[in-house]
T-cell receptor, first 113, second 117 residues
Framework: RKEVEQDPGPFNVPEGATVAFNCTYSNSASQSFFWYRQDCRKEPKLLMSVYSSGNEDGRFTAQLNRASQYISLLIRDSKLSDSATYLCVVTHLASGGSYIPTFGRGTSLIVHP | ETGVTQTPRHLVMGMTNKKSLKCEQHLGHNAMYWYKQSAKKPLELMFVYSLEERVENNSVPSRFSPECPNSSHLFLHLHTLQPEDSALYLC????????????????FGPGTRLTVL
């Protein structure tokens, strides 16, 4: 079983739509959770951290469910500029005390006019 | 400008060549990472350096050799690579704290697109 799983998509949605992505992880000892965004032929950039209580940043809402070991990202009122690949990242603490991140393969979002 | 630079941006090399990738971070971070990104595959963590000590090596072939001379610089030395090593190699840095809750985001460089002929 893959450590961090995402539906690769693509999710093809019209402008203004609401879209949700899920990500499941296998390591129950995972410490931190993030969503990154990667545009075509660019490096990944942090979109938002995911906190246990859930958090919102403008049109973006992230949720964490530790019991079921998944995180989600909700995008409301999609814009053309939201078209990108969304990467789920989960970290665990290595024996030496450093954090080791594991990336999902990403979910592709295409927002069309 | 992300604060993490990588050179070269593009590299084409033969299987018998030796080359090095360079990464430099200007953010004052204490951890640096090498990743490999191939088409249709997730980012693969190759090496992690924390406080200039290697703390993770995800069973990477010995033809990849990392070097971290100080907290701002990270190198990936390449020799006798295979065509399947062609990929985008990304460097990242982050600031690790002493508390379990203080893991911070990673800042990525633009990557080196490597082609092995």
């Amino acid at each position: 079983r893959k450590e961090v799983e995402q539906d690769p998509g693509p999710f093809n949605v019209p402008e203004g739509a609401t879209v949700a992505f899920n990500c499941t992880y296998s390591n129950s000892a995972s410490q931190s959770f993030f969503w990154y965004r990667q545009d075509c032929r660019k490096e990944p950039k942090l979109l938002m951290s995911v906190y246990s209580s859930g958090n919102e940043d403008g049109r973006f809402t992230a949720q964490l469910n530790r019991a079921s070991q998944y995180i989600s990202l909700l995008i409301r009122d999609s814009k053309l500029s939201d078209s990108a690949t969304y990467l789920c990242v989960v970290t665990h603490l290595a024996s030496g005390g450093s954090y080791i991140p594991t990336f999902g393969r990403g979910t592709s979002l295409i927002v069309h006019p | 400008e992300t604060g993490v630079t990588q050179t070269p941006r593009h590299l084409v090399m033969g299987m018998t060549n030796k080359k090095s990738l360079k990464c430099e971070q200007h953010l004052g971070h204490n951890a640096m990472y090498w990743y490999k990104q191939s088409a249709k595959k997730p980012l693969e963590l190759m090496f992690v350096y924390s406080l200039e000590e290697r703390v993770e090596n995800n069973s990477v072939p010995s033809r990849f050799s990392p070097e971290c001379p100080n907290s701002s610089h990270l190198f990936l030395h390449l020799h006798t690579l295979q065509p399947e090593d062609s990929a985008l190699y990304l460097c990242a840095s982050s600031q690790e704290g002493v508390l379990a809750s203080s893991y911070n985001e990673q800042f990525f460089g633009p990557g080196t697109r490597l082609t092995v002929l």
